[in-house]
């Protein structure tokens, strides 16, 4: 099933494959109503109300997408570690190639809050503790200690996403089976956006390495 973009999460891309060499290009997946929308262009054949298609993800992209969601929960712990039980999520974007979060905090984070917070979100995912979908009520969700994103309407029964002991929150995206898949965590710059808000910008996995690779071969030119 295509994943439609919602809680800041990319939606997928892929293809659709029909009879008669039929294939419909997926660029993008929005959430219609109660309907998930497939965008993008038919570049053999056609379709018609009413035809099989054959769904096919993206999955190198959805993946990578995976590590970056699951790297932001992680980083949302962290940071209300480091700062206080202040910080909370202001908004979000989780592409393939980085993670986007932006959180409530009153100035810039130091040298050395932004190492601890690194150190943190790659403790967890050395720690490789499972990551854990359960379905409850939403009330019994937040006296067990979820997080719950300020001002989101929640239906009674919630998707509760756990990583160890670290983080616990309502979400609907997709993530990994154990945190060890994000591989490794890297904040590239960190900002501010408005009044009281401030935005990281993060890499993980193999987009993480490559980044770490250019900034050494800066450094040796």
Not at 41 to 48: D, F, S
Not at 77 to 90: D, E, N, S
Not at 197 to 209: D, K
């Amino acid at each position: 099933v295509f994943y439609a973009e919602s809680g800041g999460q990319l939606g997928d891309t892929g293809e659709l494959l029909g009879a008669a060499m039929t294939r419909f290009t997926v660029e993008d997946t929005q959430k219609r109503g109660a309907a998930h929308s497939h965008i993008g262009r038919l570049a053999a054949g056609r379709l018609q109300v009413g035809d099989n298609v054959l769904a096919r993800i993206d999955v190198e992209r959805r993946a990578a997408i995976r590590l970056n969601h699951s790297a932001t929960h992680l980083l949302h712990a962290a940071l209300r570690q480091v700062l206080g039980t202040h910080v909370t999520q202001k908004g979000s974007l989780v592409a393939p190639d980085r993670l986007r979060f932006d959180y409530a905090h009153f100035q810039p984070l130091t040298g050395a809050q932004r190492s601890q917070v690194e150190k943190l979100v790659n403790d967890e995912i050395r720690g490789n503790a499972e990551a854990s979908i359960r379905m409850m009520d939403y009330e019994d969700a937040i006296a067990g200690g979820a997080m719950a994103l300020f001002g989101e309407k929640y239906e009674s029964r919630v998707r509760v996403l756990s990583m160890g002991a670290f983080s616990t929150e309502l979400c609907g995206g997709t993530h990994v089976r154990r945190t060890g898949d994000i591989g490794i965590f890297h904040i590239v710059s960190e900002s501010g956006v408005a009044a009281g808000v401030r935005r990281i910008e993060a890499v993980t996995g193999q987009a993480a390495l490559d980044y770490l690779n250019r900034l050494d071969t800066q450094l040796a030119d």
